[in-house]
């Protein structure tokens, strides 16, 4: 099968690229997969070293650099909005509350994506609103999981405590009531990724008046599923 693109100069840098799949190679090893002149290959290889695509390691090899991991990371993010969103309305349509979906951002967690009710409260949070790690079901979510260290700083200045995460993890799912906000409660459960790491939360959010003083009890089965869903089609996805 012919790989060629028809671009000689992007077929050779995938070559280059192909070749560093495999592992770390020096340039004569890189001149031996490819079977590029020495003289192209480096020059491409130190190309793509500019643009952060190739780095090195201690021993001077060329092998895959961070730009991928960056590239790859906005391609899940990407994902996983386009996954969401139809979860997210059927489940504000399931609940008849607004649904939210947030990833965390160092000490912060983002609204990435949601569907609103049509009326009622509109209180939720807009898209892009970043919120504290320090309240609210979504942030226990999001920091339940963590490894022991970073869950110990992140209960510094929180509403909630290590017990509180402890039955989240017992239960597979979060509630909150007054936490963030006086008067609104909420609901979340986490959406995991590669390796069964917690990569974002879903939640439905509301009045008191509507998800009472027991959010889990009305809505924690239906969060769980869009959770359960999203994370499925991520995997299937990848």
């Known amino acids: 099968m012919d790989n060629s693109s028809g671009v000689g100069v992007l077929d050779k840098a995938v070559l280059v690229l192909n070749a560093l799949e495999a592992g770390p190679a020096s340039l004569a090893q890189l001149v031996q997969a490819t079977g590029l002149a020495r003289p192209t290959a480096h020059r491409l290889a130190v190309a793509l070293e500019h643009h952060r695509i190739v780095s090195r390691d201690t021993q001077g090899r ?19 909005l386009a996954v969401a969103g139809p979860v ?35 209180d939720t949070v807009p898209v892009g609103s970043a919120l504290p790690m320090t309240a609210g079901s979504a942030a226990q979510i999001l ?21 509180t995460l402890a039955s989240v993890r017992r239960r597979g799912w979060a509630h909150s ?28 959010s509301g009045p ?18 869009a959770a359960e ?7 299937r996805a990848n």
């Open 143 to 163: 920091l339940a999981w963590e490894e022991p260290d970073r869950l110990h700083r992140g209960l510094r200045g929180a509403k909630f405590t290590a017990a």
């Open 177 to 204: 009531v007054g936490e963030r906000e006086q008067g609104v409660a909420s609901v979340s459960a986490p959406i995991r990724g590669a390796g069964g790491k917690v990569i974002a939360a879903v939640s439905v």
């Open 208 to 225: 008191i008046e509507r998800l009472t003083r027991t959010p889990g009890r009305m809505h924690a089965a239906p969060v769980l599923a």
């Open 62 to 80: 060329f092998v895959l650099g961070p730009r991928l991991s960056e590239l790859s990371t906005a391609a899940g993010e990407d994902r996983l």
């Open 88 to 122: 997210l309305i059927h489940l504000r349509d399931l609940t008849g509350e607004s649904a939210q979906l947030y990833r965390r951002q160092g000490d912060e967690r983002v609204c990435v994506a949601a569907a609103e009710r049509a009326s009622g409260l509109r």
């Open 229 to 235: 869903r999203i994370t499925e089609a991520m995997r």
